[in-house]
């Protein structure tokens, strides 16, 4: 498995979005990490949890939707806790690298900073 060194690292070339749409994607995740990712936490190298504001359940569940559809290995949950809504992705070991460059992604768009 290859990641595509456009968009920041983290498309795989496993990905079946059109090479087209992918910069359009990915500025969705970026726009939806900076509006509504709080926090984040690596709890196991295959899974990331992203604490949302509580009005970004709708959109975390659209782009979970249409991100699933595109690159299958991806598993999102989101799950309601008394902080805010926790998305979690996870991917099969394999993926690992995908993840990473994922996490990095959040961490680069919001600043590292956790609200």
């Known amino acids: 498995m290859t990641i595509s060194p456009a968009h920041e690292g983290w498309v795989p070339d496993a990905c079946t979005l059109p090479t087209v749409a992918q910069p359009i994607r990915v500025a969705e995740f970026d726009r ?8 984040s936490h690596r709890p ?3 899974r990331l949890e992203l604490l949302l504001d ?3 359940e709708n959109t975390a569940r659209d782009l979970a939707a249409r991100e699933t559809s595109c690159c299958s290995f991806f598993t999102f949950g989101i799950e309601p806790t008394d902080t805010g809504p ?3 992705i996870e991917v099969p070991a394999t993926y690992t ?3 990473d460059a994922l996490a990095a992604r959040v961490d680069t768009v919001t600043g590292g900073h956790q609200r």
């Not at 939806?32 to 926090?39: K, L, N």
């Open 32 to 39: 939806f990490f900076t509006d509504a990712v709080r926090r």
């Open 97 to 99: 690298a995908v993840l």
């Open 54 to 56: 509580a009005g970004a």
């Open 86 to 88: 926790v998305m979690s």
């Open 44 to 46: 196991t190298p295959t």
